[in-house]
């Protein structure tokens, strides 16, 4: 069997029973990195010495039989806006170019106590704020499956590397669906756990009410898993909710009995491309054969839902970002003729286009005579679309949509139209708007051979529930086993 492609859980069994070390995994998926990443620049950095040590202090102990942790020798690649200890963290973005930070997020702590392997950084959108990773101040991250296309984002350069072979594991960042979309555009198995579930501690902050921290993988075990070491109460983060963890892995495998999974009927509207439409409804054809009802509902604010992303996402922003000034870190211009132009000259300099639009916006919309017009009634609508959730949940366990409206875009499609970008997002902003738990699975394929991802939605805290569903539809389609031929 070969080592690139294989599933976390068909690794974790070779190296449990020797026939392959983790120094050999981790080279292995090093090689991979080497000769493909030219193509998919999918990393920012590879963490090759640090790496090969992790591993070799793994295979040590394990042959010394030593209790090793839960993802002991596994490779992970790690989204570039998570700090990571002495490890460059640049959130894409030329303000931060140089930011080696002192101390590692929450989620690093818990994956080196795991023994996993941090094999790299990724690319992303700066600071998360995209839907196609090109908004990095470095590079563009390509599609595996069709180079001349995005991998969506802003978590991109994390899905092209699960998908593309080059991490069997990968962390990224979800705020409006920048973990689903991207793993429905790679075909990979992206989840965004509920808001409060995974510590925030040492992200970097784009919209602090709506960000979420979450797994890729190339199968929902391995997502699983993923889920279940990064999970847990961290009182450094205000938001972490102290409720305990189930081992999602253990129960990942058992089908559920009686599944209701639910379609809202606003979902099926202009703009929806055909063949997402007819791999939808051949999915829950899927569930249906499975033994599940299918379930009308209706989530009747759902038309509100982009406005109110891009009004409160942005207002977040606004604030998270001012930080970036050019006097305690980050970068600073080299010419400035005072203290104000010299705040102005740096941010000029250290953020780019679709940053600074984001800033604008939410400073607009947090400015007096407009806070109450705007921000204030955003939050207003943000409360109905969580109720309308609430109230579908109380008919169905999971609720299906298409990951993405459309298949994956062409680079430099959306360049000069950003609003075309945000309507990108119209089936994954309401998980984050109303703080539930998704997942996106691979589908299938258009006719030209472009992924389509399956987007599945929980009641908050109900993980377990949503992996299980996830893992059934998984086991029943042949989609899973089908990885992408650089």
Same mark, same amino acid.
């Given at each position: 069997?070969s080592?690139?492609g294989?599933?976390?859980?068909?690794?974790?069994?070779?190296?449990?029973?020797?026939?392959?070390?983790?120094?050999?995994?981790t080279?292995?998926?090093?090689?991979?990195?080497?000769?493909?990443?030219?193509?998919?620049?999918?990393?920012?950095?590879? !963490?090759?010495?640090?790496?090969?040590?992790?591993?070799?202090?793994?295979?040590?102990?394990?042959?010394?039989?030593?209790?090793?942790?839960?993802?002991?020798?596994?490779?992970?690649a790690i989204?570039?806006?998570?700090?990571?200890?002495?490890?460059?963290?640049?959130?894409?973005?030329?303000?931060?170019?140089?930011?080696?930070?002192?101390?590692?997020a929450?989620?690093?702590?818990?994956?080196?106590?795991?023994?996993?392997?941090?094999?790299?950084?990724? !690319?992303?959108?700066?600071?998360?704020?995209?839907?196609?990773?090109?908004?990095?101040?470095?590079?563009?991250?390509?599609?595996?499956?069709?180079?001349?296309?995005?991998?969506?984002?802003?978590?991109?350069? /994390?899905?092209?590397?699960?998908?593309?072979?080059?991490?069997?594991?990968?962390?990224?960042?979800?705020?409006?669906?920048?973990i689903?979309?991207?793993?429905?555009?790679?075909?990979?198995?992206?989840?965004?756990?509920?808001?409060?579930?995974?510590?925030?501690?040492?992200?970097?902050?784009?919209?602090?009410?709506?960000?979420?921290?979450?797994?890729?993988?190339?199968?929902? !075990?391995?997502?699983a898993?993923?889920? #279940?070491?990064?999970?847990?109460h961290?009182?450094?983060d205000?938001?972490?909710?102290?409720?305990?963890?189930?081992?999602?892995?253990?129960?990942?495998?058992?089908?559920?009995?009686?599944?209701?999974?639910?379609?809202?009927k606003?979902?099926?509207?202009?703009?929806?491309?055909?063949?997402?439409? #007819?791999?939808?409804?051949?999915?829950?054809?899927v569930?249906?054969?499975?033994?599940?009802?299918?379930?009308?509902?209706?989530?009747?604010?759902? /038309?509100?839902?982009?406005?109110?992303?891009?009004?409160?996402a942005?207002?977040?922003?606004?604030?998270?970002?001012?930080?970036?000034?050019?006097?305690?870190?980050?970068?600073?211009?080299?010419?400035?003729?005072?203290?104000?132009?010299?705040?102005?000259?740096?941010?000029?300099e250290?953020?780019?286009?679709?940053?600074?639009?984001?800033?604008?916006l939410?400073?607009?919309?947090?400015?007096?005579?407009?806070?109450?017009?705007?921000?204030?009634?955003?939050?207003?609508?943000?409360?109905?679309?969580?109720?309308?959730?609430?109230?579908?949940?109380?008919?169905i366990?999971?609720?299906?949509?298409?990951?993405?409206?459309?298949?994956p /875009?062409?680079?430099?499609?959306?360049?000069?139209?950003?609003?075309?970008?945000?309507?990108e997002?119209?089936?994954?902003?309401?998980?984050?708007?109303?703080?539930?738990?998704?997942?996106?699975?691979?589908?299938?394929?258009?006719?030209?051979?472009?992924?389509?991802?399956?987007?599945?939605?929980?009641?908050?805290?109900?993980?377990?529930?949503?992996l299980?569903?996830?893992?059934?539809?998984?086991?029943?389609?042949?989609? #899973?086993?089908?990885?992408?031929?650089?």
């Amino acid at each position: 069997m070969s080592i690139i492609g294989a599933t976390t859980g068909e690794l974790l069994s070779r190296l449990e029973r020797g026939e392959l070390t983790s120094v050999e995994l981790t080279t292995a998926y090093l090689d991979r990195i080497a000769q493909q990443d030219d193509r998919v620049s999918a990393f920012l950095t590879v !963490n090759t010495a640090e790496a090969l040590q992790q591993a070799a202090d793994v295979d040590r102990r394990r042959q010394a039989k030593q209790p090793v942790g839960l993802l002991a020798g596994i490779p992970v690649a790690i989204k570039d806006v998570l700090c990571t200890k002495g490890l460059k963290t640049t959130c894409a973005s030329r303000m931060l170019a140089n930011f080696i930070p002192p101390y590692d997020a929450h989620v690093i702590t818990q994956l080196r106590n795991a023994d996993a392997v941090l094999i790299g950084k990724t !690319n992303m959108d700066e600071f998360a704020m995209g839907s196609t990773t090109e908004t990095s101040a470095f590079k563009i991250t390509r599609n595996p499956w069709d180079l001349d296309r995005t991998p969506g984002g802003s978590s991109g350069g /994390s899905a092209a590397a699960v998908a593309a072979g080059m991490s069997p594991l990968a962390l990224g960042t979800d705020t409006g669906g920048s973990i689903r979309q991207p793993a429905g555009f790679c075909s990979v198995v992206g989840m965004k756990p509920t808001y409060g579930r995974v510590s925030r501690f040492g992200m970097v902050a784009y919209g602090s009410s709506l960000d979420q921290i979450g797994p890729f993988a190339n199968d929902v !075990n391995g997502a699983a898993l993923l889920a #279940q070491v990064i999970a847990g109460h961290d009182g450094r983060d205000s938001t972490s909710v102290n409720a305990p963890v189930p081992a999602y892995s253990q129960t990942v495998n058992q089908p559920l009995a009686g599944l209701r999974v639910g379609i809202a009927k606003e979902h099926f509207v202009e703009g929806l491309n055909p063949e997402v439409e #007819q791999t939808l409804r051949t999915a829950l054809q899927v569930y249906k054969s499975l033994g599940a009802e299918i379930k009308e509902v209706s989530l009747p604010h759902t /038309s509100y839902g982009v406005a109110v992303y891009y009004l409160i996402a942005p207002s977040e922003a606004s604030s998270n970002l001012a930080r970036y000034d050019g006097v305690h870190y980050g970068h600073r211009a080299e010419q400035f003729s005072n203290m104000i132009d010299m705040y102005a000259t740096s941010r000029g300099e250290g953020f780019g286009s679709e940053v600074k639009r984001r800033i604008m916006l939410g400073t607009y919309a947090l400015s007096a005579g407009y806070y109450d017009a705007y921000y204030l009634k955003a939050l207003k609508v943000r409360r109905l679309i969580r109720q309308d959730y609430d109230k579908a949940f109380e008919q169905i366990d999971v609720l299906a949509s298409p990951a993405s409206p459309n298949p994956p /875009s062409k680079v430099g499609e959306y360049s000069a139209n950003p609003l075309a970008m945000y309507l990108e997002d119209i089936y994954t902003i309401g998980a984050n708007l109303a703080g539930l738990p998704g997942i996106s699975v691979p589908a299938g394929f258009t006719e030209a051979g472009l992924p389509v991802g399956l987007q599945l939605l929980a009641a908050p805290f109900e993980e377990e529930k949503l992996l299980r569903a996830a893992r059934m539809y998984e086991l029943a389609t042949k989609w #899973q086993g089908q990885r992408a031929a650089l």
